[in-house]
T-cell receptor, first 114, second 114 residues
């Protein structure tokens, strides 16, 4: 049971390049999330998916798109990277069964945009 | 709107002393509250949660948290700090209208001094 996995761990992009961050969970959770973490800002929600086939914007969705490919996988795409998107990105998942609302996080992707 | 506040950016405690990391919340209705810990270069790990019942909640690594409705607080505590407890701690509250969505505080960095 690997929990939540993310690839890649590190990435450097030039301004204007695109990339997709991958996330997968093996806990049969319904909900999945993408956050970014910046110094002094805590965690900010980018997008989330309450179930397969649905996605919703979070607090900071501009410049990002997501795909909930199936129940296990939730990807985050940067179409045209900007230096302001330099951050650490975390994927998380949660189950709503029996009041289990806590989220479980992946190890993160450290992205630098130059 | 739902929110949590962590009034201290950093807390320093000597090893062996009791520690407290503060959190206050603002919610409509009954709160679901969480604490997470983040070690360097890692994702967030779930520590404990309060949903209902006993106001003192016990969690992982010897941590506990006390729910105080009159003071709208949910402080994290440990009777005897270890150097290995040094990390970033996040308080969080479940969103009112989306029970699979969690709102995080900005985090408190805990330094345990040997």
């Amino acid at each position: 049971n690997a929990g939540v996995t993310q690839t890649p761990k590190f990435q450097v992009l030039k301004t204007g390049q695109s990339m997709t961050l991958q996330c997968a969970q093996d806990m049969n959770h319904n909900s999945m999330y993408w956050y970014r973490q910046d110094p002094g800002m805590g965690l900010r929600l980018i997008y989330y998916s309450a179930s397969e086939g649905t996605t919703d914007k979070g607090e900071v969705p501009n410049g990002y798109n997501v795909s909930r490919l199936n129940k296990r996988e939730f990807s985050l795409r940067l179409e045209s990277a900007a230096p302001s998107q330099t951050s650490v990105y975390f994927c998380a998942s949660s189950s709503r069964r029996d009041g289990d609302y806590e989220q479980y996080f992946g190890p993160g992707t450290r992205l630098t945009v130059t | 709107a739902q929110s949590v506040a962590q009034p201290e950016d950093q807390v320093n405690v000597a090893e062996g002393n009791p520690l407290t990391v503060k959190c206050t919340y603002s919610v409509s209705g009954n709160p679901y509250l969480f604490w997470y810990v983040q070690y360097p270069n890692r994702g967030l790990q779930f520590l404990l949660k309060y949903i209902t019942g006993d106001n003192l909640v016990k969690g992982s690594y010897g941590f506990e948290a006390e729910f105080n409705k009159s003071q709208t607080s949910f402080h994290l505590k440990k009777p005897s700090a270890l150097v290995s407890d040094s990390a970033l701690y996040f308080c969080a509250v479940r969103h009112l209208n989306r029970d699979d969505k969690i709102i995080f505080g900005k985090g408190t960095r805990l330094h345990i001094l040997p």
